[in-house]
């Protein structure tokens, strides 16, 4: 007889801070669970607990108006700015609506009460999921509150946190990042630090990409006068070699907000004013400290910090969103034309346009698309505005306060911290603004600004030389391992292309439909006898690519949708239903079993190669011998076969491959890409779509790594070209040296870390090299040392 037993799932909407990670992001947002990593790795962060994202997600299912929220997730296209603010309140007012169920009030004053003492006073702050993470930083676009006290207070502040999910800037910026996904939120509640002197730090420069400093913004009181821009704080650049100040630059702080529910401004004497906020045993303490925050995630920290009496605080860690690479002035280095006013660059590039003067959001009306924002300072609130202007100027702020940091994922340029644009700056006037050097100048001048559209010669473009610190310029890093970029439609394709890269490596067919074809499925197209038209509209796509980088090479791969996205499709009612699509109907097999779908990228690279044959193609998704050569076969059968000009690539994402490799090139085949998701989920046997899993999931598995040195090595041994598709070879240079030293021809990342990767494998191709010689040297050979990789 068989007994079943119950299962009883407890729900947990509360998570100590001390039991979080990385994985936990889904879950708490990206800052709580990079508060949980750093107490856990035993940096100083104070106490506290986050409330999960499901917990909000709980409250609006209860009160029946989760899937209205959904819904309104993203404004609709063309919202202008009154429409935005009334669907923001009335998104608002239905969120601060929604009861909390008991259950949950239960479980976060029990946590609350653990903090100790009575009625402790809290820090209450936003997480979002998509928060601090790789690419979206969600600067000061969600609310937090400080000094909160009581049990009645903290469950009132954790329902304005939800509801500034629904504000006019948190809207926009999800709107100008693309994250469609259902919103949700959580919470991180900590014990209130009283902080002397706070501020941010950058482990590497904002402004410039240098990996080799760490910049520091401090101000008196609490840290939200540095993020929110409302003061111009001390900046110290300090050497990471050595923890030396380098440069000191003393802010204008009149100011400073004290710890207590008011956010008390207590006056700073004139006197005062003037004075270093931080001394040398302080800068050289959180410099340190700062660094190892950064050895401990491997990339390039954006942190926050306060220090009360003696002690310091982390009070908040995230990636650095946007590296800026310094630009050149003129062909002699420098800008020409009177100078109006300076302050910090704290966004990178140069724009000209006219001045337009806004003391308030309210005025947002009077700016027109491409006026240049001149505001006493821009505050997390100005968004919707900030996305319409083409450069930024305000008065205070410092290069890491919130809206420099959106400035800069909109890739504006951005001063900060002129003290008197305001006034100096008259509406209508024609200026150009400098983010690299913090210079406005009068009228439109000459400067590094990179053309949207550049003239193709058929000559991969120059890239501009980089300034030294000492004014002049060096030329760009040449590298013996190609760096190549992903692309998935046209789009950007002339701008990406004036890039320092060496052509596509993977050019994703399927994201081509989902843009030139408006979603619609080939089969369905194919069967409504809109053949032609799918090539041609194809074609065109594929054609802009690879004309803006002629006669650099640009890897076409063929269409690998799963079946259930294909069945996302316009017409998709005719895929098979599988359990597991990720291992299912897909790629070379699938261009086996129906011809005719590969017909169609054949047909389009036919076309596109009588004008353009620079463009190549690629097989995904490849498992046995004899699926290839029969795919292989009936390409070979197409015009396109008669084209031995064209190379032939396959993807590696199969750990099937790296036995096969010998075969593959005896079939003709002239590369191989690795395909590090794919491979990675199917070496450690781990659906990389999967939450429950998710801490599985690991491309840097000794695992992973051995089969990526396998499949070089064979493919090398086998006469291949090899690369590889990732962007831990961007973030990490210990995996650039590894994947260098083991031989691969190229890497192809994502076009916005393209010179990090570039310096990566130019810094590792110098180390190879040193090792080379320090091995054949005669002391080497006396002492019996090796180079190489340790």
Known sequence: MNVQRAVVVEHHWVEPIDQLGLADAPSVGGKAANLGELTRARFPVPAGFAVTAEGYLKAMDDAGVRDSLRDQALPPTGTDDAALATMAHDLRSTVLDAPISDALRAEILEA?????GESPRVAVRSSAPAEDASDTSFAGIHDSFTDVSGENALIETIRKCWASLWSERALTYRSVQKVDDEPSIAVVVQLMVDADQSGVVFT?????????????????????????????????????????????????????????????????????????VLDENQIERLAMLAVAVEDHYHIPQDLEFAFAGDRLWIVQTRPITTLGVARARDEHGESTGKVLVQGLGAGPGAASGRVRVLRTVADSHRLSDGDILVAPMT?????????????????????????AIVGRELGRPVVV?????????????????????????????????????????????QPAPVRTN??????????????????????AAEKVAALDVDGVGLLRAEFMIMDALEGMHPAAMIAQGRRDEYVAAMVAAVERIAAAFAPRPVIYRAIDLRTN???????????????????????????????????????VLLATRKRYPNVHL????????????????????????????????????????????????????????????????????????????RELFDAMDPAVLDAIDVIIERATRAGLSTSLCGQAVSTDPTLAEHLV????????????????????????????LLDRARSNSPISTANGRRGGAR
């Open 565 to 603: 996205e294909f069945a996302d499709l316009a017409g998709g009612d005719v895929e098979p239903d599988e359990d597991n699509p990720m291992i299912g109907y897909r790629g070379c097999f699938r261009y086996v079993r129906e011809p005719e779908l590969f017909d169609l990228d054949l047909d």
């Open 618 to 693: 690629m097989i995904p998704f490849v498992r046995t011998r004899w699926e290839l050569q029969r795919c292989l076969a009936h390409l070979d059968a197409h015009p396109l076969g008669t084209d031995r000009s064209m190379h032939r690539w396959i993807m590696a994402e199969v750990p099937s491959v790296a036995y096969w490799i010998p075969e593959y090139a005896a079939l003709g085949i002239d590369g191989v890409s690795i395909g590090t998701n794919d491979l990675t989920q199917l070496m450690l046997g781990v659906d990389r779509d999967s939450e429950i899993c």
């Open 741 to 768: 030293r083991g031989g691969i021809t190229s890497v192809s990342v994502t076009p916005d870390v393209a010179a990090t990767t570039r310096r990566n494998v130019a810094a590792a191709e110098r180390r190879i």
């Open 417 to 461: 911290g002129t003290r008197t644009a305001t006034s100096e700056l008259q509406d209508g006037r024609m200026i150009t603004v400098d983010g690299d050097s913090g210079v406005v100048y009068d009228g439109v001048v000459a400067t590094s600004e990179p053309d949207s559209t550049p003239t193709r010669t058929g000559a991969p473009p």
């Open 470 to 491: 000492g004014g002049g310029s060096v030329a760009p890093q040449v590298t013996a391992t190609s760096v190549y970029v992903n692309l998935a439609t046209p789009d």
């Open 379 to 403: 505050r997390p609130d100005w968004l919707p505005v900030l996305r319409r202007a083409r450069a930024i100027v305000t008065d205070g702020g410092g290069i890491t306060c919130h809206a």
């Open 204 to 276: 590497a420069d904002p402004r410039t990409g240098a990996r080799d400093r760490v910049v520091v913004e401090a101000a008196r009181g609490l840290g939200e006068t540095v993020v929110g821009g409302q003061v111009e704080p001390d900046t110290y650049v300090v050497a990471k070699s050595g923890f030396d100040v380098i440069d000191t630059h003393i802010g204008l702080q009149s100011f400073s907000i004290k710890a207590n529910a008011d956010g008390e401004r207590v006056e700073i004497p004139a006197a005062a004013q003037g004075q270093r």
């Open 112 to 116: 609350y009460r653990k903090l100790g």
